[in-house]
Nanobody, 124 residues
Framework: VQLQACGGGLVTAGGFLRLSCAAS????????VGWFRQAPGKEREFVAV?????????DYADFVKGRFTISRDNAGNTVYLQMNSLKPEDTAVYYC?????????????????WGQGTLVTVSS
């Protein structure tokens, strides 16, 4: 499975962006797709995850709850991350990743394949 993330850019604080993660290849093996981010000088951290199939659970990091929403378009093999009320501390490279495990969640070791990152910069 290959993942392609896009949608990053420069936005002022309080603004919004929508990231996309397009999956190709043997997507039927995918159980969930998550978003992670890595800010300069910091470790990569979990942002959100959604199960691939209808009715699957979603999970969010506490620092994005109420601001970010993860959604999917199974027909288009795409997962989205709608980011509202952006803050300067949201500045990071955002990565999408796919998991084949039913116990998907925030642990990075449960993700088998990663897309390239897309840079989000939030100015104050």
């Amino acid at each position: 499975v290959q993942l392609q993330a896009c949608g990053g850019g420069l936005v002022t604080a309080g603004g919004f962006l929508r990231l996309s993660c397009a999956a190709s290849g043997r997507t039927f093996r995918t159980v969930a797709v998550g978003w992670f981010r890595q800010a300069p000088g910091k470790e990569r951290e979990f942002v959100a995850v959604s199960g691939w199939w209808s009715g699957s659970r979603t999970d969010y990091a506490d620092f994005v709850k109420g601001r970010f929403t993860i959604s999917r378009d199974n027909a288009g093999n795409t997962v989205y991350l709608q980011m509202n009320s952006l803050k300067p501390e949201d500045t990071a490279v955002y990565y999408c990743a796919g998991s084949r495990y039913s116990d998907y969640g925030p642990r990075q070791e449960r993700y088998d394949y990663w897309g390239q990152g897309t840079l989000v910069t939030v100015s104050s």
